[in-house]
């Protein structure tokens, strides 16, 4: 009964999961949008059943970080919107945010690029911007971008000097734009003018290869530009949110800023999560190339600390940074690490590799894997319950994990374009053996079933919850400001 393009699914008998509550339900779905979740729903003969008893349903990943198809250190990423999707697909996430990044400082320009660039979606996407430079075009497109685009986020880089990185005048600038358009303002924390002495150190050293990398830019670096930014959005009083947070000292200045109730979100990444540094010591160029990112991959252990702060809810979120260069791309960097491109895979692993590591050990529960994989993504940027949920209204994109069956990762396997995987041989429990894309199932009995053009750009709004609450804050810091010279007024 039914067919891959029946508009009309039933599926039967799961653990229907949400952020908050799970409960065993059917599921039915019609015209890619979630009609009912309840006991016993009865179907006609026009509907395409799915048994997902003894399985878990839950709502498709978003990825809140990746990088399809972008110029980046003289070359380009491998994957792109098409291929890049599928491999999301095929591991159960049905949507990603990725970054525009402007043409020649322009954002219109950067945003009609990536839209064509796009074309070719298997799946829904949508997208923040970076800032890489300031004056009155820039401030008016954000304008543009927020209320005509659908854009509510901006990435500020701290480092990459002589290419993306932006002074700190500039980060003020942009953060109170940000503010006052109701978006997010979002920061790559490293300091970039100290990278670039600690480049400098390595090759004076002679250290040219790939562990050259991570002994350039240490966790000190990452932390500072942490505790700066935080401290600046606090300034402004606007919210933060800190992408591939990679490293303890990062991760304490968080802890420490929501703590004094901040609104500081952090994002930890799936390679920060499950791999340290000693690969970059092999002596396979190769080998090590594959695991040169930044902020790079730590020593072992603060791995472990990323874990326990995302399950104890200091880090919200997790997303990949794909970013993927085949190796004939990282070659570039043979003689010197400063030239190989930065980036690792994630996009197909993330959602199996997350759900082995804080699941499967026991480190936290299915609903909070819910949350950290799909809903909180949708909350931060405002598109919650439109997805990352279960619930009748929502977008029927959905998956079916089996906790029983097993997944193992090689690049021969994988859907990404990319000739290798920095997780390669890496084996667990909990397979997502069915994706449902807007009530389309794209990947059945490991098969992908994805058609070019399928994919919609979903527009984000601003002022998302994070937003709340602070004009009043603002009205009560600037009666505070005034008060004292109202009583001088007063008693002379
Ligand atoms: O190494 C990385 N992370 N490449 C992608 C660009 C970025 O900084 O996110
Ligand atoms: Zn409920
Ligand atoms: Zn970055
Ligand atoms: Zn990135």
């Not at 972008?70 to 990603?96: E, K, V």
């Not at 796009?118 to 430079?133: C, L, N, P, Q, R």
């Not at 991570?214 to 402004?236: C, D, K």
């Not at 990444?269 to 160029?285: A, E, I, K, M, Q």
């Given at each position: ?34 009609v ?41 990423t ?54 890489t ?42 953060l ?93 990444v ?16 190769t ?49 010197d ?15 199996h ?13 299915v ?19 439109r ?7 929502s ?27 920095v997780?390669e ?26 058609e ?38 007063s008693?002379?």
């Amino acid at each position: 009964m039914g067919s891959a393009s029946a508009t009309k699914i039933l599926i039967k008998g799961g653990t229907v999961v949400n952020a908050h509550h799970k409960m065993v339900a059917d599921v039915y779905i019609e015209d890619g949008i979630i009609v009912y979740v309840g006991p016993d729903i009865k179907a006609n003969d026009d509907v395409k059943v799915i048994d997902a008893s003894g399985k878990y349903v839950m709502p498709g990943g978003i990825d809140p970080h990746t990088h399809l198809d972008m110029g980046f250190m003289g070359t380009q990423t491998i994957d792109d919107f098409f291929s890049g999707q599928a491999a999301a697909l095929a591991g159960g996430t049905t949507m990603h945010i990725d970054f525009v990044i402007p043409v020649d400082g322009s954002l219109s320009a950067g945003f009609e690029s990536y839209l064509k660039k796009a074309e070719k979606s298997v799946m829904d996407y949508g997208f923040h911007m970076a800032i890489t430079k300031w004056d009155e075009d820039v401030s008016k497109d954000m304008e543009i971008m927020v209320k005509e685009k659908g854009i509510n986020s901006f990435k500020f880089f701290l480092a990459y000097k002589g290419a993306l990185m932006v002074s700190d005048e500039l980060l003020l600038q942009g953060l109170k734009k940000c503010k006052s358009l109701g978006a997010l303002a979002m920061v790559h924390a490293e300091n970039g003018d100290a990278v670039a002495e600690g480049q400098k150190r390595m090759i004076d050293l002679g250290i040219t290869g790939p562990e050259g990398h991570a002994l350039s830019r240490p966790p000190v670096l990452e932390g500072e530009a942490t505790a700066r930014a935080i401290r600046l959005a606090s300034f402004v009083n606007t919210p933060l949110y800190v992408v591939h947070v990679m490293s303890i000292d990062a991760m304490e200045e968080i802890a420490k800023a929501r703590n004094s109730g901040k609104r500081v979100i952090g994002e930890p990444v799936v390679s920060g999560l499950v791999l340290n540094d000693s690969w970059l010591w092999d002596p396979d160029f190769t080998t090590a190339a594959k695991y040169v990112m930044s902020p790079p991959i730590r020593t072992a252990g603060h791995d472990k600390a990323l874990q326990a702060a995302l399950s104890a809810g200091i880090l919200q979120l997790v997303g990949t940074d794909h970013c993927t260069f085949n190796s004939t791309q990282k070659a570039r960097g043979s003689d010197d690490f400063q030239k190989i491109p930065n980036g690792v895979n994630g996009i197909e692993e993330r959602m199996h590799l997350v759900w082995e590591t804080m699941v499967e050990s026991g480190q936290i529960s299915v609903t909070d894997y819910v949350r950290i994989t799909s809903a909180e993504c949708a909350r931060i940027f405002n598109i919650y319950p439109r997805k990352g949920a279960i619930l009748a209204g929502s977008d029927a994109d959905i998956i079916i994990l089996n906790p029983n069956s097993s997944f193992t990762i090689t690049a021969d396997s994988h859907h990404s374009r990319s000739d290798t995987n920095v997780y390669e041989g890496r084996n667990g429990k909990g397979r997502v053996e069915v994706t449902i894309s807007r009530g389309k199932v794209v990947w059945e009995n490991g098969k992908l079933m994805v058609e070019p053009g399928y994919g919609r750009y979903v527009k984000m709004p601003p002022f998302s919850y994070l937003f709340e609450g602070l004009d009043r804050a603002d009205a009560a810091y600037l009666s505070s400001l005034r008060a004292p010279v109202q009583r001088l007024v007063s008693s002379t």
